[in-house]
């Protein structure tokens, strides 16, 4: 894009040529001279005129997809590592003829980072055109697009006129999520003596009836009440009695100091992400501690707005955090209810944990540590070293009969819970 001082220049070389070319007609004369000076005009008069080529008051509109057809920002669901298919569609106004456009996109996210997109089309008779573009795979965040910018320059290249419009809203990028089928440890803790029910849509439907209710678009035929149905003449549903399972609180840590880097930050946060998809699948009371530099807590629930709330936190959470775990659950004690299945995530290890882990036993409720293995864990597998170095908090867990599970990247999360094995 041209600055204003090279603009300048340019405009004053074009004033010493016409200069020049004026000088040459009034002390040479003839028509070779004044055939030169009318075409210099001409050539000045359209470079004049194409300050006002209607580029100056272009507008656009932005489609976005993802692959499953065009949707809108706000609806649209997309996990990380998801690519997002751009179309812009460009209107400008005016008669004056454009030679091209080019466009200049930008993708913000909330850190600020920045990815630039450009591409160019020459206008059609109606003085439109369209771009597409594919972002790179999405990381986890909230997005926006910048205004765009569209520039076009006179047939010589010489000068520039840009236009600005915006059409954009934010769309959020959720955590990567893998589907887990079945959890042995929450099966068997539903049977403990912590087993209360948070409200009474927490938990799975039994085959008991416990009376009649509204029918709800999308129920199976064998929920009809057809009696009730037959007598009100409106649509009833059975509705059935429900299992008592536990309040389930997730624990996310975000101490910078415990992460080795943001990937494994972002591993945590998929692993909670995916715990809670399964919760929300089986209609279980769901919770979420978040302690960093802010304390953000949910209570315990199975509503779906409830659900979005949690997610959407996830989507912008950051390990900002400068306190260790144990005195961060101190900080939260309130928000973890007593008689509650607490899974602690984090990649802390040692004194920190094992304190952890027996407070939260202390006051009532049944904890669980997901512990995500650092490169110095990863070392010891890979070279055969001695695993039982630097793991003597983990046998202290071990032997107190606390639940703890290892995993060094998200897709082993299904085998860790679904077989139960530490």
Known sequence: MLTAKATMMRWRIIGSVYIGCLLFLLFQGGKTSFMLFCILNVLLLYLVLGRWSGIGSVTGTRRLSSGTGTVSPVDQTLSAGARMEVNISVQIPGVWPIPYVLVRDKLVRQNGSTVPFEASFIPSYHRTGDISFITPPLERGVYRFAPTECSTRDIFGLFEHVGIFESSEPFSVYPRTVMIRNWQQLKRGAKGSFSTS????????????????????????????????????????????????????????????????????????????????????????????????????????????????????????????????????????????????????????????????????????????????????????VTGADPRKGMDWLRILQRGGYAVHSLSALQELPGVLEGGSA
């Open 198 to 381: 948070a409200s009474r849509l927490s938990s799975k439907e039994t085959t008991q009836i416990n009376g009649v209710r509204e029918y709800i678009y999308g129920d199976r035929l064998s929920r009809i009440h057809w009696n009730a149905t037959a007598k009100t003449g409106q649509w009833k549903s059975k509705e059935f009695e429900r299992e008592s399972l536990p309040r389930t609180v997730f624990i996310l840590d975000r101490y910078a100091g415990a992460y080795e880097n943001l990937e494994q930050f972002e591993t945590a946060v998929s692993v909670v992400a995916s715990m809670l998809e399964f919760g929300f699948r089986r209609a279980t009371a769901t919770g979420l501690v978040s302690v960093g530099a802010t304390m953000d807590g949910f209570e315990p629930h199975s509503s779906s707005d409830r659900r979005q709330l949690m997610l959407n936190h996830l989507v912008r959470v950051q390990p900002d955090g400068d306190i260790p775990l144990y005195r961060a659950l101190r900080q939260s004690d309130s928000l973890i209810p007593a008689g509650s299945f607490v899974v602690i995530i984090s990649p802390q290890s040692g004194e920190e944990t094992v304190r952890s882990m027996e407070w939260l036993n202390r006051k009532g409720v049944v904890p669980v540590l997901i512990h995500l293995k650092g490169a110095d864990d990863v070392y010891r597998v």
